[in-house]
Every structure is written in structure tokens, then in C-alpha cells.
């Protein structure tokens, strides 16, 4: 199979992966997210690379926003989110942020494929991306995806935080002009 046809087959499964995820949990997320004084975003590995897009979208709205583990990076506290990208929601070290972040007074948001997970005990909102785990590909006979790995949830990620940007710049009124004026300019 030629490499077009792997891309139409990626795109099949993002479109059906993409339109089951909950209009109402995404809401209930960008509330979450315009309520807090500033936002945490975390995940680990490819995941992590999708937060951190996320991130930086959020500080081009003009919103407080960090990468946790980064220097520069403040500590958080009540009135704050941590969110966190994780398919399994049992990464160790996601879970730890949790429960420090709940300690320290701040709301836990999670978006994953698996609500359910530890992690998920501990957030206050939830989006699940319904994409398969690490665990579940092609060679194991249970898959929901031809993609290896994670594949299928991190592009569902990235595109389904894509939505919320979009959804957050609704709610407060923005365009892509208003957040242009904070894009990197030492580039």
C-alpha cells in the first residue's frame, strides 16, 4: 500500500474517532479553562508535544498558560487547571501532578482515552478521545486503528485541542488577528 492510501486510511479514522468525542464535555473543558487563573498543561512523550501546542495557543489568546516541568514554569495554586494528555490516564508521573495539584488547591483536567483511569478519579473534567491504547494496534488483533502505538489518540488530541481553540476563541470573542500580535517574533 502506497503512502496516500496510509493517509486516506489516517484520515478515516481521525474523522470517526473525532466525531464521537462529546460536544459537552469539550464545553465543559473550555469552562474549566476560561474559570482558571492560570493553566497547567502536562503529558508525556508524544502526548506531551500535543500539550504543549496546546499551550502555546493559549498564551496567544492572552491567557496565563505554562508547560509544567519547564523552568520557566510558576507553581500552581487555587483558581489554577492542571491539564493533563494522557491515553492510559495511569502515567506515574501525570498522576503525581494530579494529586500535588489537587493538594495545592487547583482543578485537574483530563483528556484521555480511558475517563475511568486513575487520573480520572482525580480530575473535575474529562474528555475522552475514543482512539485505541498503546496496547490495543493491529498486531494484537484488537485494534481500532492500523496506526502503531498511540498514533490514533495523539492526533485526536492535537485535533480535538485544535476544536477547543477554536471554541475557547467563540466563547471569548476572538479572532486569529487578535492572538497574532503574541506569536514568537525572535524566529
Known sequence: MGSRQHAADILKELERTLSQIDDA???AMAEHILQAGQVFVAGAGRSGLMGKAFAMRLMQMGMQAYVAGETVTPGIGPNDLLLLCSGSGETGSLTLMAKKAAAAGAR???ITIKPESTIGQWADTTVRIPASAKEETASSGSAITSQPMGSL???GLLLGMDALVLTLMDM???????????HANLE
Do not use: N, P, S, Y
Request: no cysteine; net charge negative; hydrophobic share 40%.
Open 153 to 155: 489518540f495523539e492526533q
Open 25 to 27: 464535555e469539550m464545553h
Open 172 to 182: 471569548k470573542g476572538m479572532t486569529g488577528a487578535d492572538m497574532f500580535g503574541r
Open 108 to 110: 485537574v483536567g483530563l
